[in-house]
């Protein structure tokens, strides 16, 4: 059972990481350069 259980455990955040992984990286890069312009 646990054999069975961990592909899927590791394949779900996978496909997330595929679908919204960029726009995710982008939104954090952004983030990254208002907070370094307001602050830095």
């Not at 997330?16 to 307001?38: D, N, Y």
Request: proline share 10%.
């Amino acid at each position: 059972m646990p054999i069975r259980f961990v592909p899927d455990d590791t394949k779900i955040p996978f496909m997330w990481l595929a679908k919204f992984g960029l726009p995710f990286s982008v939104l954090t890069m952004v983030l990254s350069v208002v907070a370094f312009l307001t602050f830095g």
